[in-house]
């Protein structure tokens, strides 16, 4: 079974600070990683995904994000926080050749001025 | 840029009456899925389907819930009879292959209300 937890529902940066959004994971078999973003009235688009390979996986926007299998974490973060940034994000995992993604509740950021 | 596409934007409803949600994947995409969100709460896998068949399916996914491809284009979800609980936000996505290798597009979503 694999499941999703991530913290804090609500993240308040100030633009031009560090933006950082937590999610721990648990996964019986390898897990496949991913952050979605989700704007105001549309769909979910795909920031980065961690399959095999390279821990630290960079994405669109400047974001990136590093896997510890250790600490069964995949914190997403980004050096500095734009206004554009303010959204809701989506922690997901899934299994190698699985068809289903298990999200998270999600993280909606705020970024102020 | 190809999109996932989805009509309507917002169904309203009576409770025990049946709707169907439709999406248009993207053409050269080979795995199709719904996923929903309920108010304030997490995105909820239902269904996968890949070759005319449903490849996985969640616990939500019950006797209720159907999935059909009719015509080589359309995705469609039905809800046979809903429920006041069916109320949410439901999403299509696709995929050229398993969800774990590729990426998954979503559509902008159907909200759905019943009354």
């Known amino acids: 079974a694999q499941s999703v937890t991530q913290l804090g529902s609500h993240v308040s940066v100030s633009e031009g600070a560090l933006v950082l959004l937590r999610c721990n994971y648990s996964?019986?078999?390898?897990?496949?990683l991913f952050w979605y973003v989700q704007y105001p009235n549309q769909g979910l688009q795909l920031l980065l995904k961690y399959t095999t390979g390279a821990t630290l996986v960079k994405g669109i926007n400047g974001f990136e994000a590093e896997f510890k299998k250790s600490e069964t974490s995949f914190h997403l973060t980004k050096p500095s926080a734009h206004m554009s940034d303010a959204a809701e994000y989506f922690c997901?995992?899934?299994?190698?050749?699985?068809?289903?993604?298990?999200f998270g509740a999600g993280t909606r950021l705020f970024v102020k001025a | 840029e190809p999109e996932v596409t989805q009509t309507p934007s917002h169904q309203v409803t009576q409770m025990g009456q049946e709707v169907i949600l439709r999406c248009v994947p993207i053409?050269?995409?080979?795995?199709f899925y719904w996923y929903r969100q309920i108010l304030g709460q997490k995105v909820e896998f239902l269904v996968s389907f890949y070759n005319n068949e449903i490849s996985e399916k969640s616990e939500i996914f019950d006797d209720q819930f159907s999935v059909e491809r009719p015509d080589g284009s359309n995705f469609t979800l039905k809800i046979r009879s809903t429920k006041l609980e069916d109320s949410a936000m439901y999403f299509c996505?696709?995929?050229?292959?398993?969800?774990?290798?590729?990426?998954?597009?979503f559509g902008p979503g159907t909200r759905l209300t019943v009354l």
């Open positions: 053409s050269n995409h080979l795995y």
């Open positions: 997901a995992v899934s299994a190698a050749g699985g068809f289903k993604t298990i």
């Open positions: 996964s019986s078999v390898p897990p496949y």
């Open positions: 996505a696709s995929s050229v292959g398993t969800s774990s290798y590729n990426e998954q597009f």
